[in-house]
């Protein structure tokens, strides 16, 4: 694979004249391009500009509003809803964390509800962002059917990632972002383009056959969830978590309303907040980090989130994808 360098800078910049070329106002690219150069700034490569020819065939299509506004109804003191009005998550997660942070900080616990918007990158965002307030935070949401429900060979679950930050004082938090599926399917696609093997079991050809070539997957295929049934669980409480309580597209429900554009499906988000002061008390630090230190103790053991975050103290150019690059470059 051949790349060019390129700095933070001039990805974001990249993303940023892409999108409001093809139809984004300054709020909606300069938030959506934070969410790109903040996924190559830490190696998260499958949510950067990999995403962004489908950010921009949704604009080109008409399916997403680049000039949309959130509006937001207070439905209790603890609970939010936002309506992303057709337009990406980005500017509506950056709008709506800080109103779920000052409910959990009032109320202890609170829970944003995202509607009506189209989410196409990863949740750490979204949950270091509460993180960084002290407040505990788990994020979920969904997309469109790649995934087979354990026993099935036919997509019912999208790869429905769920993420959860933990706040830790003066260091960086305690962070997973994954898909309850074996893959993201981002990483498929980044393994097809870049001609690496999947590992076994993670997803099946268009036959039902067990295969190892992310170009099977892609090809009428189907991912597979993690740890068989015990994923499978965790990926229908998403649903019901990201579709059914907030009220909003079910998996299914979005492959039938998506116009097949290539980029991200409609659909919704669910963000809970919880204060660690309130609920456990002034100790809550102390006693967390007790046990964090145990963990990280132990050989062999390296918290998740922990080279992203490495990742992100480098001032280096980052290596991108240079035929990645010149397509976008074309989209301007």
């Known amino acids: 694979m051949t790349t060019v360098e390129l700095s933070v800078e001039e990805i974001y910049d990249l993303a940023r004249s892409c999108l409001l070329v093809n139809g984004c106002d300054e709020a909606n690219a300069d938030a959506a391009a934070r969410t790109i150069s903040a996924a190559e700034r830490d190696g998260a490569l499958s ?6 020819p489908g950010y921009i065939a949704s604009l080109r299509s008409g399916k997403v509003d680049g000039t949309a506004r959130p509006t937001e109804q207070q439905l209790t003191p603890s609970a939010i809803r936002l309506d992303g009005n057709r337009g990406f998550a980005p500017l509506a997660i950056e709008y709506g964390i800080p109103l779920l942070a000052d409910a959990a900080e009032e109320m202890g616990i609170a829970v944003l509800l995202i509607r009506n918007s189209f989410h196409f990158a990863a949740l750490w965002p979204e949950v270091e962002a509460l993180a960084e307030r002290n407040l ?44 309850t599926a074996a893959r993201a399917m981002g990483d498929v696609g980044v393994a097809a383009r870049d001609g690496h093997k999947l590992p076994k079991e993670t997803g099946l050809d268009k036959h039902g056959k067990p295969t190892t070539d992310p170009n099977d997957v892609l090809d009428g295929g ?20 990201a579709a059914g309580l907030v009220g ?8 039938k309303a998506d116009n097949k554009d290539g980029g991200p499906a409609i659909g919704g988000e669910f963000i809970l907040a919880m ?19 145990e963990l990280e103790g132990m050989e062999g053991v390296r918290l998740p989130g922990r080279r992203r975050f490495e ?18 470059r074309g989209l301007i």
């Not at 949510?47 to 962004?52: A, C």
């Not at 026993?151 to 933990?166: D, H």
């Not at 002061?277 to 964090?292: D, I, K």
Request: with cysteine; glycine share 6%.
């Open 275 to 293: 204060s660690p002061e309130t609920l456990a008390g002034p100790n809550w630090s102390r006693h967390s980090e007790q046990f964090l230190s």
């Open 222 to 241: 189907v991912l597979l969830p993690f740890g068989g049934y015990k994923g499978s669980a965790i990926a229908t409480m998403i649903e019901l978590l």
């Open 47 to 52: 949510h950067g500009l990999f995403r962004l």
């Open 136 to 179: 505990v935070g788990l994020a979920c949401t969904v997309h469109t059917p790649m995934v087979a429900p354990f026993g099935a060979k036919k997509a019912l679950f999208s790869t429905n990632p769920i993420s959860f930050a933990f706040p830790r004082r003066d260091q960086d938090p305690y962070v997973f972002d994954m898909a």
């Open 248 to 255: 909003d597209f079910f998996s299914f429900e979005a492959a």
């Open 311 to 328: 990742n992100r103290q480098s001032t280096d150019t980052r290596s991108v994808n240079a035929e990645l690059v010149t397509t976008i």
